[in-house]
T-cell receptor
């Protein structure tokens, strides 16, 4: 399984844009980059997935450069309710399961 | 549409007791998973199933058994609970392979004393 590396924790003030970078030097050409969000006392929630370039939905944007060695999850104008752990995963097409690391704990400060 | 429902939400067991955790999904998903989450450890895969009647071992299967007799249900059993199995257990399901995205339940907090 391709390993991803992301910061252990980040702090941000309310209203700021937050960018969480994930390194994945050895992902395969058919791997997807997927991000999950986990609030305290809840299961993780799928938020966004991409293969290359940029993907945007109502929650976040995902930027993947051409070399695909890293990716960046962008959360626009965070609020206190965005305080959560964010997991970056490399998902192999056709794989049977996912490997979750320890994620990035984002704390939004008033 | 309930999604993924886990039963029970909380349980305290004595060492050596047995119990079964139930996971039910109403989305007609083929794949189902059991993870455990310990402080500072992230989520670790215990067992998973890629369809009714199938099961496979994950990263940390020892001390657990599973069954998938019906497509909508995935049971996790602890035959003889140990304090090391104190954890939060999450069930997840997926339409197909993981690139379709997982839907997680709200978790079962198990304490073994």
């Amino acid at each position: 399984l391709a390993k991803t590396t992301q910061p252990i924790s980040m702090d941000s003030y309310e209203g700021q844009e937050v960018n969480i970078t994930c390194s994945h030097n050895n992902i395969a050409t058919n791997d997807y980059i997927t991000w999950y969000q986990q609030f305290p006392s809840q299961g993780p929630r799928f938020i966004i997935q991409g293969y290359k370039t940029k993907v945007t939905n109502e929650v976040a944007s995902l930027f993947i450069p051409a070399d695909r060695k890293s990716s960046t999850l962008s959360l626009p104008r965070v609020s206190l309710s965005d305080t959560a752990v964010y997991y970056c995963l490399a998902v192999k097409t056709g794989a049977n399961n996912l490997f979750f690391g320890t994620g990035t704990r984002l704390t939004v400060i008033p | 549409n309930a999604g993924v429902t886990q039963t029970p939400k909380f349980r305290v067991l004595k060492t050596g007791q047995s119990m079964t955790l139930l996971c039910a999904q109403d989305m007609n998903h083929e794949y189902m998973y059991w993870y455990r989450q310990d402080p500072g450890m992230g989520l670790r895969l215990i067992h998973y199933s890629v369809g009714e009647g199938t099961t496979a071992k994950g990263e940390v299967p020892d001390g657990y058994n599973v069954s998938r007799l019906k497509k909508q249900n995935f049971l996790l059993g602890l035959e003889s609970a140990a304090p090391s199995q104190t954890s939060v257990y999450f069930c997840a399901s997926s339409y197909g392979a993981p690139n379709y995205g997982y839907t997680f339940g709200s978790g079962t907090r198990l304490t073994v004393v």
